[in-house]
Every structure is written in structure tokens, then in C-alpha cells.
């Protein structure tokens, strides 16, 4: 008989927390890092990519569907994100889901050059018999220059259900999450 050591609620915790870090930003879109970096495309393909990493895991996905191309306002499509119509993958044995379809708005005047806002995101992690269901609203993004990438402000997702084991929020860094629309 194998014996297998038993994972303490300081471990159990501490995971819970990673998986509702990732949670919170995985339908969001990494350390800085983008999938893609350069100038916007010169004809929109109404997609985005997105990643975001977190305590050295990563979730991202590529070639979402919008409702409009940038900067006009728009609407990520959930079902081109989320699998299996999506390829939102995470690492770390995460599995992640955006709820919503998420709008945002955009605003390229000269006394807020290059921000984005998103009014709502909503997105469930899941890891083992781990469940957590978070939402953060009114998240604002820089732009990257003149490309179309956008960096997230700081911001902090308060937990709408799941286990007793998920936080009761989350914050995400400035720099933390990403978006590239083409």
C-alpha cells in the first residue's frame, strides 16, 4: 500500500488562493506579458488574446471573437473563449470559465489616451473539488503604446460563491493581465 502524505489546510488554503488569483484574471487575459506584441493590424480582425500568469501558472487564449474592432465599444463573445468552441487553458490543473461576455469600452481622447474599461468580468476556477466564482467590475487598462495591447490597473474581484476554502477576494496587480485586439 502506497502512502500518501496529507496535504495541510495552510497548503490547502494557499492553493485555494492561487486558483482564485487565476480565476479572477484567467477570462481576463501575465506578468506583463503578452501572446502578442506590435502594431495593431491594419484591418481588424474583430479577435483578442489574452493570459495572465500567476504564481507560475498561466492561463490564456487566443483568437476570441468581438462584437466590434477597437477602439469602438465591443463585447468579447464567452463561447470563443471558454472550450470547447474557445482555447482558454490554464496550467497548475486549473480549469477556468468566463461567465459573462464581457463589454468594454474604449477611450483614445488626448487626457485619457489609450484606456480601456470593462464593466464586468465573471469567471469560476476550478481545481479538484475546489469551485470559486468571482467578479470584478469597472477594471481599467492602459494601452501599450500606439498597438492595441492593454495592461490592467490594479483591481480586486470579490468572491459571488464556491467553497469555504476560496478567499473572500482577490486582488490582481497592476500588470498583471493582458488583452491584444486585432
Request: charged residues 15%; glycine residues 10%.
Amino acid at each position: 500500500m502506497r502512502h500518501t502524505p496529507n496535504t495541510s489546510r495552510t497548503t490547502r488554503l494557499a492553493r485555494a488562493a492561487g486558483i482564485a488569483a487565476l480565476v479572477v484574471a484567467a477570462g481576463l487575459a501575465g506578468t506583463g506579458t503578452a501572446l502578442a506584441h506590435g502594431s495593431a493590424a491594419p484591418a481588424a480582425d474583430q479577435k483578442v488574446d489574452g493570459v495572465m500568469v500567476v504564481a507560475g501558472n498561466s492561463c490564456s487564449w487566443t483568437n476570441a471573437s468581438t462584437s466590434a474592432a477597437a477602439p469602438n465599444a465591443l463585447t468579447v463573445d464567452r463561447a470563443t473563449v471558454n472550450a470547447p468552441g474557445g482555447n482558454l487553458a490554464c496550467g497548475g490543473g486549473i480549469a477556468a470559465t468566463l461567465n459573462n461576455n464581457p463589454a468594454f469600452t474604449f477611450d483614445d481622447t488626448a487626457d485619457t489616451a489609450g484606456t480601456a474599461r470593462t464593466d464586468l468580468i465573471d469567471i469560476t476556477g476550478r481545481q479538484s473539488f475546489i469551485s470559486c466564482r468571482y467578479k470584478a467590475t469597472n477594471i481599467v487598462w492602459d494601452r501599450d503604446g500606439t498597438t492595441r495591447k492593454y495592461i490592467n490597473r490594479a483591481f480586486t474581484a470579490t468572491k459571488t460563491s464556491g467553497s469555504f476554502l476560496c478567499p473572500g477576494s482577490v486582488t490582481t496587480p497592476a500588470g498583471d493581465a493582458s488583452m491584444l485586439f486585432r
